[in-house]
């Protein structure tokens, strides 16, 4: 009888208690269109990947406490302790060059984390040390990545991993004040100063690299001019956690650490007073460079408004190209005084390292830092300035090691200009027809 | 069964982390007709039936994505129970006493005549005469066993019940119900 019943419970679902097929349809599309509006106001990108889901994807299929309370605490010790041990190769290397924006860089970033965490956990400050000098190199190459890419949120990327960046030469700076004070091997000093070399050097392409892009808008020469600007700064922040590496280095070489004999610490201050002389010319020769292209332009732009119909977007454009000349030499008048400054602070760097003055030579290390960040503001604003009027960044490239050579006779700068549009556009090409005097 | 159950979760992982729309459809395409069975047995007009149909399904798409940190057990036990407390708003709005006295409305369907067209239509409203007798709680969980032929953990849901709570009722409900054809 059950059975009948239930049988018959069963049939009520045909005849009139079956919906109209065209009302499901339509009630279908209208439903559809309803909650498509919904996510368009909420502007929901429907691809997004996020590593969360996969605790809400478990959470599906598994009661929640569960997942949330078992499955994931579990899985992040199971990551720990396999990054701790080096044994996720695969995922880490899978990780490993991503950038912001990629749905691994999450998981790159939490290794990072998890990595420093167990050093920190277990007290190995010098692992904890090489880590945070590790991440900063990461940090300065996707930078370098970044900027060369051509993601539209480029800008925003940046910003984030220059801040990152910033925050990882902080932890080293700190770790190494701990350093200094507790019992711990000065080898690994060499390590973070070979690191902070590295990440200098990088920064510095990004920092060249920004100011070349091209700027189709003033928003858009503002934000790479901004952008530079926070390179810069995270650059000198990279140089003081060098210097005070090599400080630390003498601090525990006098405290008696044998780690570094005295033999490596002489080569290791030689070696950042030699460092810091040829940066210091490169970067005269980049503001020269700077001059002689704007110079070049500024002949070039002055013979055009000679010509018969010329117009005056033209003569504006001449004017222009006038006063960044006058700019640029006032920037070479103050960039060749601080010069001096920092070639006479390594100079004396260089006399006290002789006399095994070393404490003295990392005061004169120090003071020469700062003068050298002096004299790359000084040229970096120039740079900027210029780059508004003439996109010389990238063809001051070419020229700086030309200039550098013992050639004496000038190179030729070809400015072309663009007449066609309202606003002139301006390119600038090096024509290199040099001949060196043999003396 | 139990591969209807996996698609229904996946679909619904769909739902709550990317507002899937195509998921959406698809529950809608599993659920509609058995949700129209539900609210038409209870309010027993097409065109009302139709409008609380819509709004159940709008109202549970509206739900999962503004409580996406809660969990969801399953797609149609929320249906059902969005459904239900439309039904509840619907009775209110309309002033019926049909509702508080356990009673369903006289009119199913169109005035009753949808059941002459069932082969064995004197069995059929002999059975949903016996179902109008039974109280609320007992044609609730009738209906949706063997009518809508859900899951007990679903009816659980909707019902606010638990499993077992819910076997023991639909066992009195089934046995009501026999009493009452048998007389």
């Not at chain 1, 991993?161 to 700190?174: F, G, P, R, T, Y």
């Not at chain 1, 640029?328 to 103050?334: D, G, S």
């Not at chain 2, 709004?55 to 057990?73: A, G, P, Q």
């Amino acid at each position: 009888m059950s059975r009948d019943l239930i049988q018959k419970l069963k049939q009520l679902k045909h005849g009139s208690a079956k919906p109209r097929a065209e009302w499901l349809k339509s009630n279908r599309e209208i439903l559809l269109s309803q909650i498509r509006n919904t996510t368009v106001d909420l502007g929901v990108k429907q691809s997004t990947y996020h590593i969360n889901n996969i605790w809400t994807g478990l959470a599906i299929f598994f009661p929640k406490p569960l997942v949330y309370n078992v499955m994931r605490p579990m899985a992040v010790l199971l990551i720990v302790t396999m990054v701790a041990t080096s044994g996720w190769i695969t995922t880490v290397d899978a990780a490993y060059n991503t950038l912001p924006g990629d749905w691994l860089y999450s998981a790159k970033r939490v290794a990072e984390k998890t990595q420093v965490t167990v050093a920190s956990v277990v007290g190995a400050k010098t692992t904890e040390t090489k880590l945070h000098s590790e991440f900063a190199k990461r940090r300065a190459s996707e930078a370098k990545q970044i900027v060369k890419g051509t993601d539209p949120k480029k800008n925003e990327k940046v910003t984030q991993v220059v801040n990152d960046l910033k925050q990882e030469i902080k932890n080293v700076n700190a770790n190494l004040e701990e350093i200094k004070s507790d019992g711990v091997s000065a080898s690994v000093i060499k390590d973070v100063k070979q690191d902070a070399e590295q990440i200098k050097n990088v920064l510095q392409e990004v920092k060249t690299d920004l100011l070349a892009a091209v700027a189709t808008s003033s928003t858009d020469s503002m934000a790479n001019d901004a952008m530079a600007k926070q390179v810069s700064e995270a650059k000198d922040m990279v140089k003081d956690a060098s210097v005070k590496a090599v400080e630390v280095m003498v601090a525990k070489h006098l405290e008696g650490d044998t780690s570094v004999s005295v033999a490596e610490l002489k080569q290791e201050i030689s070696t950042t007073l030699a460092t810091m002389a040829t940066e210091s010319d490169a970067t005269k020769l980049t503001i020269d460079a700077t001059q002689a292209v704007v110079d070049a332009a500024k002949v070039e732009a002055k013979e055009a408004t000679k010509a018969p119909a010329v117009n005056t977007s033209t003569k504006e454009l001449s004017d222009k190209i006038s006063a960044m000349a006058d700019t640029t030499k006032e920037a070479v008048v103050k960039s060749d005084e601080a010069k001096v400054v920092t070639d006479q602070k390594i100079t004396e760097g260089q006399d006290l390292l002789a006399k095994g003055e070393f404490s003295g030579a990392v005061d004169k290390i120090k003071e020469a830092t700062v003068a050298a960040s002096a004299v790359e503001k000084i040229n970096d604003e120039a740079m900027a300035k210029v780059q508004t009027v003439l996109p010389v960044a990238s063809v001051v490239k070419e020229v700086a090691p030309i200039l550098a050579t013992a050639s004496t006779t000038p190179i030729q700068v070809i400015v072309s200009t663009s007449t066609a549009t309202a606003t002139p556009k301006v390119q600038v090409q090096v024509i290199v027809t040099t001949t060196v005097n043999k003396k | 069964m139990v591969l209807g159950n996996w698609n229904e979760k996946l679909l619904l992982f769909r739902l709550q982390t990317k507002r899937d729309p195509d998921a959406f459809a698809a529950l809608y395409d599993l659920y509609s007709e058995r949700i129209y069975r539900f609210v038409f047995f209870k309010v027993g007009g097409q065109a009302d039936a139709e409008d609380i149909v819509s709004e159940s399904f709008l109202k549970t798409w509206n739900y999962i994505n503004s409580h996406r940190d809660e969990e969801v057990k399953s797609f149609s036990g929320l249906l059902y129970r969005i459904a239900r407390n439309c039904i509840v708003d619907y009775y209110r709005q309309k002033n019926s006493t049909n509702q508080t006295s356990g009673e369903l409305s006289d009119d199913l369907g169109d005035g009753g005549k949808w059941y002459e067209e069932l082969r064995d239509q004197v069995d059929g409203r002999q059975i949903i005469q016996a179902i109008k007798k039974l109280k609320q709680e007992y044609q609730e969980v009738i209906t949706l066993r063997y009518v809508d032929e859900l899951r007990m953990e679903e009816i659980a849901e909707i019902t606010g019940k638990g499993k077992i709570a819910v076997r023991v009722t639909l066992h009195r409900a089934l046995k009501k119900l026999k009493e009452i054809v048998e007389l």
